[in-house]
């Protein structure tokens, strides 16, 4: 008897030091709680809503993935938890300098806001630049992602109220494309003139350029099917909050 609890004991043991302990939670729940509560259907967000316990820890959460459970992540798993770093980090860098009228007042003339180094994640200390620059375009491809990473700006794409997950992701980037391309706000096609965001120029060639961003746009507004000439708006920095 004494040894068959032994045994039980030991099989438990190996259980605990196999089991994930403190794995990310891929539904993202207490993000998407957040957001729900701050941001609104149009993007806007409440910035000091966002402070508390529930949002240091859900960043907590992000910093304890180390490199090789990241590997560890499916595609979509990695592409939804980058994107919503991307987001939640960019909250935490407009509360560490708030009240502030536009995320470029933070920085200075040296150092731009998104190559301050003021998190961890991937196992090392990084900007913000690393998670679009150095991570979400070269290594996905995925040019629907300039749709739902937001850069705290009006001129941005609106955030989404919700948590991106890997299960719905492709459903995600495509109703951000499609929200971002139908708001003229941000874009408009009139017959065969496009008047469109500044970050279909700055990352043309992520659309493969501007003949297949026609194609592109077309996708995602029938408006734009016709559309010959491009132009594009000036971009809107100020803070997209309520």
Request: aromatic share 14%.
């Amino acid at each position: 008897m004494n040894i068959f609890r032994k045994l039980i004991g030991f099989s438990f043991f190996v259980i605990l030091l196999a089991a994930p302990l403190g794995a990310l939670d891929h539904t993202h729940a207490a993000w998407n709680s957040l957001l729900k509560k701050n941001v609104s259907v149009s993007g806007q967000v409440q910035y000091s809503g966002f402070r508390g316990a529930a949002f240091e820890d859900y960043l907590k959460s992000l910093s304890a993935v180390s490199a090789a459970e990241y590997e560890s992540f499916s595609r979509p798993q990695k592409m939804a938890f980058l994107i919503n770093a991307y987001n939640a980090f960019t909250v935490k860098l407009i509360l560490d300098h708030y009240p502030v009228s536009s995320i470029k007042k933070i920085g200075g003339p040296l150092k731009s806001p998104w190559k301050i180094e003021f998190f961890t994640l991937i196992g090392a200390r990084r900007h913000l630049d690393y998670i679009e620059h150095g991570v979400l375009r070269p290594k996905f491809g995925d040019p629907r992602i300039h749709a739902a990473v937001v850069c705290a700006s009006r001129g941005c794409p609106p955030l989404l109220n919700a948590a991106f997950t890997a299960d719905k992701l492709n459903a995600q980037l495509d109703e951000r494309m499609k929200n971002f391309l139908n708001t003229d706000y941000y874009n408009r096609c009139d017959g065969k003139k496009a008047e469109l965001s500044s970050i279909f120029k700055w990352y043309a060639g992520d659309f493969g350029g501007e003949k297949q961003l026609k194609t592109w746009i077309a996708r995602y507004n029938k408006a734009c099917a016709s559309v010959e000439n491009i132009s594009y708006k000036d971009y809107d920095w100020a803070l997209n909050s309520r």
